[in-house]
């Protein structure tokens, strides 16, 4: 249970997440999430956060995160899920784990440090800000290189919007395939949201639903780089 001293970080992180939810709410496809993580990185940048607020937050950094990310898995039907086949789970395997090896790859050929890279391969792989959050305990991250994935994951995410949809007429594609393409490759689950709308038809639930597919594949990652961390770290 949080302690006195943790109160009023934990008041300020949720005053934050309730402002961030609301204007989510007024702007549909603008994740929550990531306005959430705008505000506290330009609030710590700018010194404007009180000394009172750090042990609070600290908290929040931990539990009240952690939780929020089960929750996200949990909006994954597995019976809609598999109804659509195995091709859906088969390919967000695929995609998550070829994304992390070739970006980890990718990362060591331009001389990246490791940690940076691996963050950058779980945001853009699995579900954008949520999956850097989820593994930045696990392999000891800095705040330069979780803000750094935060921001790519932003941008290129936000890029993804209306260019996937252009891309897909411009390919031939038909509807299934484009929303199929967004639900495999954008990384925040409001961006697929926001693409799946401008597709229509039944564009929106199959995007979410390959889109949830990687989401549910969060979990078991973190756990191996926990697990991983833990057996190189000195005795």
Known sequence: ???ALQRPGLLLAGAVALVACVISHLAPGVSALLIAIIVGVVARNAGILPRTS???LGYAARVPLRLGIVL????????????RGWGVPVLAVLVVGVGIVGTLGLGRLLGVERRQALLVACGFSICGA??????ESSVDAREKETVTAVALV??????MIPLIPGLGALLGLSTEQTAL????????????????????????????????ARVLLLAP?????GARSRALAPE
């Open 54 to 56: 750090d042990p609070g």
């Open 72 to 83: 996200l898995g949990l909006q994954l039907s597995l019976p809609e899920l598999f109804a």
């Open 1 to 3: 249970m949080p302690t």
């Open 181 to 212: 393409w967004a639900g495999a490759s954008v990384h925040e689950v409001g961006q697929v949201v926001a693409i799946g709308g401008l597709l229509g038809g039944g564009a929106l639930g199959l995007a979410v639903s390959m889109k949830l």
């Open 221 to 225: 990652v973190a756990a191996v780089l």
């Open 154 to 159: 932003v941008l290129f995410g936000t890029l």
């Open 130 to 135: 949520a999956a850097v959050a989820g593994v």
